[in-house]
């Protein structure tokens, strides 16, 4: 598969509410591919939700050693119908997304998760994880919820900022 059109705020496939993969088939397997090559495409992309790519379905991807920053990083991460499970702790970040290209924000999340999820061969996982990977595995369900990080900021005029390139 290649490298999928990404959607951009105001589309309102972006406001729907994801649904569960009750199996994972071929063209399950294939979206998800094509999701990969898709965040993998995007320099220092960390995460994509299948929502972004015009799928509802509760599919994200994730790999946040693409980050330049320094942090833990399980690497490649499919997870499909993730659920959080366990959270603690606060900690705010600046985050940005493909879905909303010219502006990045500064949104409060868990500092600590657990995950529950299946992976591409329908075996379940849990992945403990903190810090910049816990924020993006929050930031890539919250697409699944139909929510995007600026529904997340505290104020739009104090906490959103026009990404510099």
């Not at 320099?43 to 994509?48: A, E, L, R, S, T």
């Not at 920053?69 to 985050?95: A, D, F, Q």
């Not at 990045?104 to 657990?114: L, Y």
């Amino acid at each position: 598969m290649n490298i999928l059109p990404v959607l951009t705020i105001p589309n309102p496939l972006l406001k729907e509410i994801s649904l569960p993969v009750e199996h994972i088939t071929e063209e399950t397997k294939n979206l998800i591919e094509g999701i990969s090559k898709t965040l993998y495409a995007h320099k220092y992309c960390v995460g994509i939700a299948a929502v972004q790519v015009g799928v509802l379905q509760r599919i994200v991807v994730i790999d946040a050693s693409q980050s330049l920053k320094e942090h833990r990083s399980s690497g490649l991460l499919i997870m499909i119908n993730p659920v959080i499970t366990y959270s603690s702790g606060k900690i705010s970040s600046r985050e940005g997304c493909l879905s909303a290209p010219d502006f990045i924000g500064t949104v409060v999340r868990r500092k600590k998760i657990e995950v529950d999820y299946l992976d591409l061969n329908g075996k379940k996982q849990q992945l403990k994880t903190d810090g910049f990977e816990a924020i993006v595995v929050q930031h890539e369900i919250d697409h699944l919820d139909g929510k995007v990080f600026l529904d997340r900021v505290t104020s739009l005029k104090t906490d959103v900022f026009r990404r510099v390139t």
